[in-house]
């Protein structure tokens, strides 16, 4: 049984602990709280302008005899699909469960699956935990995007979003996947692979009601080629804001169990230390009898 003393610097190591995973959890709380507020301001936006966008297109392949040729927008052109490029989207820290290593495994797995097709398969990263993940494997990292320590903004997923596109057009990648975690509440999120590029065809559905007609200023291609580089740049915003709302509920829920198990660990070496203390006690009082009975004879 260990000594007295080193049963109390446990004690005192992990109710240090303890304190910090409880601060944690309060810190990642507060943040959550203003992340679930920007995603679901964010959220709207999105599907809105995905709306839009499908709207648009339609307009200009209908425009286009009901075909989609070729020259109508880049972004909208499909080739055959030799290179895939995936960007993953991971936190730079830990101490979250198993956040970072569901996305990483969902882009191993789409990676497997595309290698299998014979395809080549390249990555750029968004944060350190996925491009370590990925480097471990042998994957083929292109660019590792540096984040930073502030606010998610939508300059930089902008610059995502350009050089995404400028590797499509020049024909680098024939197709382009975001994988990232999708957050559903502190305690659910799960990973998700979107294809980004190429932009999905226009859906014709068959409806009774006729669609709305809408006035494009100066004509619908312009509008779409606006909107097009748009929609990519608010796929990625939003990727980076699900992300950061998924982490940190994630963080809070590791700490806060990390937290109780501190507590319960604390309970099992106190009750430790009382018995070995009682054991001490109950020696020394053996010792100190049993010599008054040696006095006594």
């Known amino acids: 049984m260990p000594s007295l003393k080193a049963i109390r610097k446990r004690i005192v190591s992990v109710k240090s602990t303890q304190k910090i995973t409880r601060a944690m959890k309060m810190v990642a709380g507060a943040r959550l709280n203003r992340a679930q507020q920007r995603i679901a301001a964010m959220r709207p936006y999105a599907v809105k302008t995905a709306d839009m966008l499908r709207s648009v297109a339609r307009a200009v392949v209908e425009d286009a005899d009901g075909e989609l040729k070729p020259d109508v927008h880049p972004l909208l052109t499909r080739r055959p699909e030799k290179n895939v490029l995936v960007i993953v989207v991971t936190s730079d820290r830990g101490l979250c469960g198993a956040f970072n290593t569901s996305i990483s495994k969902s882009a191993e797995a789409l990676w497997r699956e595309q290698e299998a097709a014979g395809k080549s398969v390249q990555f750029a990263t968004i944060g350190r935990k996925g491009r370590d993940y990925l480097a471990r494997r042998g994957g083929k990292i292109v660019h590792a995007f540096q984040r930073g320590r502030e606010e998610i903004s939508l300059e930089f997923a902008g610059s995502v979003g350009r050089w995404l596109t400028d590797r499509y057009k020049s024909g680098e990648a024939d197709a382009v996947y975001l994988v990232f975690s999708e957050f559903k509440s502190a305690i659910t999120q799960r990973p998700v692979v979107d294809r980004l590029l190429p932009l999905a065809e226009p859906v014709h559905e068959k409806e009774e009601t006729p669609h709305l007609e809408y006035i494009f200023e100066p004509n619908k291609t312009f509008v779409l080629d606006r909107l097009a580089p748009?929609?990519?740049?608010?796929?990625?915003?939003?990727?980076?804001?699900?992300?950061?709302?998924?982490?940190?509920?994630?963080?809070?829920?590791?700490?806060?169990a990390a937290t109780r198990n501190a507590k319960d660990a604390i309970a099992r070496y106190t009750l430790q230390y009382n018995r070995a203390r009682q054991a001490a006690i109950t020696k020394e009082l053996m010792e100190i009898i049993g010599g008054a009975e040696a006095l006594k004879d």
């Open 230 to 256: 748009m929609y990519i740049e608010i796929s990625v915003y939003r990727a980076l804001l699900e992300s950061q709302a998924g982490f940190f509920g994630a963080q809070m829920t590791a700490m806060d």
